[in-house]
């Protein structure tokens, strides 16, 4: 089987962050991204992997490699010299998604949950019809563009909404689809939506059918939704009974979703979690309090400092007694300063923090 | 019309000297609050010891005082174990407390009390406010005073342009040391020397001057200084006040400095040592650094040995329980009974008798009211002022609030919380963050 990993652009959104690494190589919980992705779709069966970029970073191909031994799949880059949207990618891809009769794979590389490809082939297979989209239930439809069945089929589409005003359905397209080459012949190669041209032209032909996802779904495309991804993720670990995460039997583990790498430290007194990710050779000074933030790799954080919703960037030190909170994102080799307060800071790499920084703001 | 001073005779070297500590009243000192409401201001503990007990050490230290006047109107009894304290510790000083029974000004209380002050014929008494902090400089004042053969000797510092109109403002003669003019708080600018608060008076020379003011008061009205639009309202305020009473609300300041300078034996000694008025709360701060700095610099043995985690100069009370894990200073003094915590920062602030600082938590540019409970992990925090700056609020997000971070007595702030640039009245309880706040 074959499948198209939607990467786009510089990933502005998760900035800092993605100033140091492209997107798709930001470990989540420990892991980048499009190895959550890579490793769903092998596991899947999938032989073919297609990264849609319109950049290509050299520090990808050498991933990209590591991960076709791993995972034993092929994975080419296909890169547009214009952006095409969401739809014209699947065109540019066209020699290997439409290589066989067999259908392809599309994921949007922001999104993140327990994949459900192979249930998600089963079902596609069953109905025989030309595409299925995964949908996932929102508290909140108004904001999305919601899904919508004919009065009588569970999950053959009639149309979208987009953002309704009044209550028509709480699915929402979750960013993963399943299609038959032939919707190949539906896009043309210019810049073009696939959720606002193509889907309403299979929906029109009655082909197109919905799949319902179990279990959390997260767009984790910014670091607000990535700590709250995280949240979700760890979670679902916790409720699977992995045995990745950390004991609750730990005397640092407070309210579990504790997830921390082999080779990281971890110091005397520390309260660690809910829902906090530690990464490799992380050092965790005594005394620390950590709760909902993700310690990228390499990083330090000095005795007695107490971190809330905030990401840690590669390399950087949190000096001792300092405090960050409400969405602080550091870069590669940040350095915050002992005793210094953080809210809602956005530092870039290499910067060392010697002021509080009282509101939110970009430190440049 | 300018005030003839009765001039003084020379009087050799067996001058005898006196001191009169102005204390204020409950009534005064509401920018104290809210630590005026559990303790009166100079009874509040800064480097380890009352506001007043740091003039009382100053002026013990000049040879030859036998006694030192506390004037005031609180009650008799607050000062009463200060007092038995202090004979104890000063034993060759005799000090009393006498009341005013209503506010009559400073230069109205020293006139009030003249026959106490004039007891045992002393030829001078030094003049003390006891909201200043600074090093009292008084032997170096009395020096002056006599090789001037002054009638009165101010100590007087330098202050940034800016902050000096909120003070009295001197102009002087740089090299007789001579006061030309004197004005207090004046609108615009006049001079950057501004008055400490401090005096030395020759006794033959000040009571005929506040009499002199007083005469004059009662035959024509009050001429303070020109009027401003901003002490208008507040001098006929006060005149209406204490219509139908003996007028007798009598300002050093306002009513007899600058009759003092047309007399040509009025000097002012120039500190280039530390100052600075304990006006609000939050000055407490900054009073605490530099009595502890001063207390540093002449080695006393009551500051805790620097260290890894000791930096100097931190004042901890012996009955205080510090964690060896704990950091604390520059600049902090701890109180009696207090107990801080493993891993505990405390950084330029003041922590209560009583009161707690659980693990882990950090303490910032602060006041810790007594038996004030800060939890784990919490973080109470103010803002530093620039040195050299004489006000304790700043401009945040274009609202003023205060700088230092105060906890009345009997507050709590619960674990993880962080409270900034609040003020928070006594027995409140936090359990949430709050910044730039007053906690009523």
Redesign the interface.
Known sequence: MKALILVGGYGTRLRPLTLTLPKPLVEFANKPMIEHQVESLAAAGVTDIVLAVNYRPEIMSAALKKYEKEYNVNIEFSIETEPLGTAGPLKLAEKTLGKDDSPFFVLNSDVICEYPFQDLADFHKQHGEEGTIVVTKVEEPSKYGVIVHKPDHPSRIDRFVEKPVEFVGNRINAGLYILNPSVLRRIELRPTSIEQETFPAIVKDGQLHSFDLEGFWMDVGQPKDFLSGTCLYLSSLTKRGSKKLASPSKPYVYGGNVLVDPSAKIGK?C?IGPNVTIGPNVVVG??V?LQRCVLLAGSKVK??A?IKSTIVGWNSSIG??A?LENVSVLGDDVTIGD?I?VNGGSILPHKSIKA?I??PSIIM | MSLKVPSRQSNGSTASTKAVILVGGPSRGTRFRPLSLDVPKPLFDVAGHPIIWHCLRAVAKVPGIREVILVGYYDEAVFRDFIKDSARELPQIRIQYLREYQALGTAGGLYHFRDAILKGGPDRFFVLNADVCCSFPLGEMLKLFEEKNAEAVILGTRVSNDAATNFGCIVSDPQTKQVLHYVEKPESHISNLINCGVYLFATETIFPAIRNAIKRRTERPRLVSYPSSENLDASFFSEKLEDGEKNEVLRLEQDILSDLADSNQFFVLETKDFWRQIKTAGSAVPANALYLMKAFQSQSEELAAPSANILPPVFIHPTAEVDPSAKLGPNVSIGPRVVIGAGVRVKESIVLEDSEIKHDACVLYSIIGWNSRVGAWARVEGTPTPVGSHTTSIVKNGVKVQSITILGKDCGVGDEVRVQNCVCLPNKELKRDVSNEVIM
């Open positions: 007194n309260r005594d005394g309090r005795d007695h107490w001792k007694w405090r005793e307060y509080n009282d509101s």
